[in-house]
């Protein structure tokens, strides 16, 4: 019982800490990143989201069309 709400208490001051590590550093990024580079980043991430997405679909489709 006890190990139980040590486990969980280490578990939330693990995810607030992290929590107050993320908004320092988008305070620090905030004056970094333009609406430009932004936008760039999001058009890479967009292709690389699709690229892995087809080629999840294709490997799904491959092992679909392989089996007896």
């Known amino acids: 019982s006890q190990a139980i709400f040590s486990y969980i208490g280490v578990i939330l001051i693990t995810f607030f800490?992290?929590?107050i590590l993320k908004i320092i550093g988008?305070?620090?990024?905030?004056?970094?990143?333009?609406?430009?580079?932004?936008?760039?980043?999001?058009?890479?991430l967009g292709i690389v989201l699709i690229c892995f997405g087809v080629l999840f679909l294709t490997q799904g489709i491959v092992m679909y069309a392989k089996q007896p």
């Open 17 to 19: 800490s992290n929590d």
């Open 26 to 44: 988008a305070k620090k990024l905030r004056q970094v990143l333009t609406p430009q580079w932004m936008r760039n980043l999001n058009l890479a």
